[in-house]
């Protein structure tokens, strides 16, 4: 084999070996979750890290983020990095839903003394009515590439946040997700 060849090979290889090492580590949360440290962060800011680790991504598909966070900081009993996790993945879906120029909102608001509510709104391909209710079952994906744990993993971070994640979707039009989790009062 020429040099050209196994070059091209390796990449394929590698590519590969990331994706397995992606399942594995999706796998893995489930199986045998990992220790959660619970502790009081503002929800907001949560937020914030995770659309500014985003933005580049969604600037190279021309898809803009806007946000709508309520100024009242609302502090969540959470473990912050799981939490990033649940809106890392929600936020990549919605980029790769839109296929060019699109728009995310996401919308942090108080729905009542104890829940806050984080809302992701795309303008992207929507997901079909009879196919709403599998989302989130393993291994079901709607998407090309995935590999239909991501969204499996967010429902049981969010469960053990006690909170919910709930979807509203028309095809053509967009999604909305939207996340309910306990407000901690201070």
Same mark, same amino acid.
Not at 138 to 148: Q, R
């Given at each position: 084999?020429?040099?050209?060849? +196994?070059?091209?090979?390796?990449?394929?290889?590698?590519?590969?070996? *990331?994706?397995?090492? *992606?399942?594995?580590?999706?796998?893995?949360?489930?199986?045998?979750?990992?220790? =959660?440290?619970?502790?009081?962060? +503002?929800?907001?800011?949560?937020?914030?890290?995770?659309?500014?680790?985003?933005?580049?991504?969604?600037? +190279?598909?021309?898809?803009?983020?806007?946000?709508?966070?309520?100024?009242?900081?609302?502090?969540?009993?959470?473990?912050? =990095?799981?939490?990033?996790?649940?809106?890392?993945?929600?936020?990549?879906?919605?980029?790769?839903?839109?296929?060019?120029?699109?728009?995310?909102?996401?919308?942090?608001?108080?729905?009542?003394?104890? *829940?806050?509510?984080?809302?992701?709104?795309?303008?992207?391909?929507?997901?079909?009515?009879?196919?709403?209710?599998?989302?989130?079952?393993?291994?079901?994906? =709607?998407?090309? *590439?995935?590999?239909?744990?991501?969204?499996?993993?967010?429902?049981?971070?969010?469960?053990?946040?006690?909170?919910?994640?709930?979807?509203?979707?028309?095809?053509?039009?967009?999604?909305?997700? =939207?996340? +309910?989790?306990?407000?901690?009062?201070?």
């Amino acid at each position: 084999m020429d040099n050209d060849h +196994r070059d091209d090979f390796f990449k394929i290889m590698e590519a590969e070996l *990331t994706k397995i090492e *992606t399942i594995s580590n999706e796998l893995m949360v489930l199986a045998k979750p990992k220790q =959660t440290d619970f502790k009081f962060h +503002r929800l907001q800011s949560l937020l914030e890290h995770v659309i500014m680790l985003l933005d580049s991504e969604a600037f +190279r598909h021309s898809i803009q983020i806007e946000q709508e966070l309520t100024e009242e900081s609302l502090y969540v009993y959470c473990d912050d =990095t799981k939490c990033k996790q649940v809106f890392l993945n929600i936020l990549k879906n919605a980029i790769e839903a839109i296929e060019q120029d699109g728009k995310i909102n996401v919308k942090v608001f108080k729905e009542d003394e104890h *829940t806050a509510v984080i809302e992701v709104k795309d303008n992207g391909c929507g997901i079909p009515k009879h196919l709403l209710k599998k989302l989130g079952s393993p291994f079901f994906t =709607t998407k090309k *590439t995935g590999n239909g744990l991501g969204l499996m993993v967010c429902y049981k971070i969010i469960e053990q946040q006690n909170g919910s994640i709930s979807i509203e979707s028309e095809p053509n039009e967009g999604s909305t997700f =939207t996340i +309910r989790l306990p407000l901690y009062m201070a």
